[in-house]
Structures are given as structure tokens and as C-alpha cells.
């Protein structure tokens, strides 16, 4: 069993829906978890990041940990064009080695005007 | 202030040549890290350097590859007489400090795409 799963999609959604990407994890130890949006030939770019358990908005994007589950979500709201790109999961435990990130694959969204 | 910047962005190398990549930190980052992104694979670490210091690289593939940060000059990931099998996109990260997390202090370049032909 890998240590974070997420489907790779592709994923395509009419403009405005709202969009729901997810991963699950294994390792317990994980306690920070973070979304990455990455366009294509392009560097992943940090989008959201939260702590433990609970939900986190910002702006239209809303993150969910259920470390009970160990599942994690990220919400995009009225989709745009312009959110078409690959995002993301990644997470880390504290301490040593927290500069070890554990991605996802990536999900390839794609908003269609 | 300039972002992580990787150079080459694109690198063609036939089996056997040496490939060299290099990530120039954000302005007053002095760690970095670099990633690979085999192809539909996530990303996965390879080394944690400091200036001078090669700090954790259990990511890193026993053989022909190695990382450096020197005092002056960008950090260089080195793969020697490449195989099929490198072709990836390499990512470099930077952040200021080694804090507990990276979330929210390191930012990733652009990336060299490697192609071994």
C-alpha cells in the first residue's frame, strides 16, 4: 500500500461546479497536510496548508482533514478556467525529517468554460 | 526578489552522458532540497543540503547521483552516464531555515525537465 493515494483523474467539470479532490494516507505520523496547485511545466506552488485535523477556507478553496479516516480533502468553489492545472496532496510528519514531504500523484483538473 | 530559479529548464542527454542541474535558492534561503517526478509518479525526495553541507540524502539513488551546495554558486544535482530510467522533471526547493514543516517557508522552481535519449 502506498502511503498517500490519489486518483489521478483526469478530472473535467463545466465552469462554476464545485469541485471536490481527495487522497488518503497510511502513515499516522503525518500531521501537516498540504495542497499543491502545479500548471503544466510549471513547479508546484503551495496552496493551502493545515495542521491535524479540521477544515481550513480560503477564499474559494476549503481543506479537510479527517485524521480518523486518514483522508484528506481540498474543495474548490466556483471553478474556473484558470484553476485547471494538477493539484496536489502532500503531508509530513513534525520533527526530523519533516522536510520530507509525501506527495499524491496528482489529480489533472481541467474547468471548462 | 527573484523566485527559485532551475537551470537548464529542458536537458537532452544520450545514455552514458553526465547530467548536471542547478537550482539557485530564493534570495536568503540557505536550504535546499530536490525532488524527482518520474513520470505519472508523485514527487519524492532525494537530498537536504545546506551551504557545504549534504544533510539527508536517503532519497537518493546509491549510484551516479550526487548533490552539492557550495559556499558561492547554486546547488548542483549530478547524475552520471544516465540511463532511460532518469528521465524526470527535478524540482529544488529553498527555504530560509530548517523549521518544522516546510509548508509554509519553501517554494519550489520551476523544475529542469531531464530527457535521456
Known amino acids: 500500500q502506498k502511503e498517500v493515494e490519489q486518483d489521478p483523474g483526469p478530472l473535467s467539470v463545466p465552469e462554476g461546479a464545485i469541485v471536490s479532490l481527495n487522497c488518503t494516507y497510511s502513515n499516522s505520523a503525518f500531521q501537516y497536510f498540504m495542497w499543491y496547485r502545479q500548471y503544466s511545466r510549471k513547479g508546484p506552488e503551495l496552496l493551502m496548508y493545515?495542521?491535524?485535523?479540521g477544515n481550513k477556507e480560503d477564499g474559494r478553496f476549503t481543506a479537510q482533514v479527517d485524521k480518523s479516516s486518514k483522508y484528506i480533502s481540498l474543495f474548490i468553489r466556483d471553478s474556473q478556467p484558470s484553476d485547471s492545472a494538477t493539484y496536489l496532496c502532500?503531508?509530513?510528519?513534525?520533527?526530523?525529517?519533516?522536510?520530507?514531504?509525501?506527495f499524491g500523484k496528482g489529480t489533472k483538473l481541467s474547468v471548462i468554460p | 526578489n527573484a523566485g527559485v530559479m532551475q537551470n537548464p529548464r529542458h536537458l537532452v542527454r544520450r545514455r552514458g552522458q553526465e547530467a548536471r542541474l542547478r537550482c539557485s535558492p530564493m534570495?536568503?534561503?540557505?536550504?535546499v532540497y530536490w525532488y524527482r517526478q518520474l513520470p505519472e509518479e508523485g514527487l519524492k525526495f532525494m537530498v537536504y543540503l545546506q551551504k557545504e553541507n549534504i544533510i539527508d540524502e536517503s532519497g537518493m539513488p546509491k549510484e551516479r547521483f550526487s548533490a552539492e551546495f557550495p559556499k558561492e554558486g547554486p546547488s548542483i544535482l549530478r547524475i552520471q552516464q544516465v540511463v532511460r530510467g532518469d528521465s524526470a522533471a527535478y524540482f529544488c526547493?529553498?527555504?530560509?531555515?530548517?523549521?518544522?514543516?516546510?509548508?509554509?517557508?519553501?517554494?519550489f522552481g520551476q523544475g529542469t525537465r531531464l530527457t535521456v535519449v
Open positions: 526547493a529553498s527555504s530560509p531555515q530548517r523549521t518544522e514543516t516546510m509548508n509554509t517557508e519553501a517554494f
Open positions: 534570495k536568503g534561503h540557505s536550504h
Open positions: 493545515t495542521y491535524s485535523s
Open positions: 502532500a503531508m509530513n510528519p513534525p520533527g526530523a525529517g519533516s522536510y520530507q514531504l509525501t
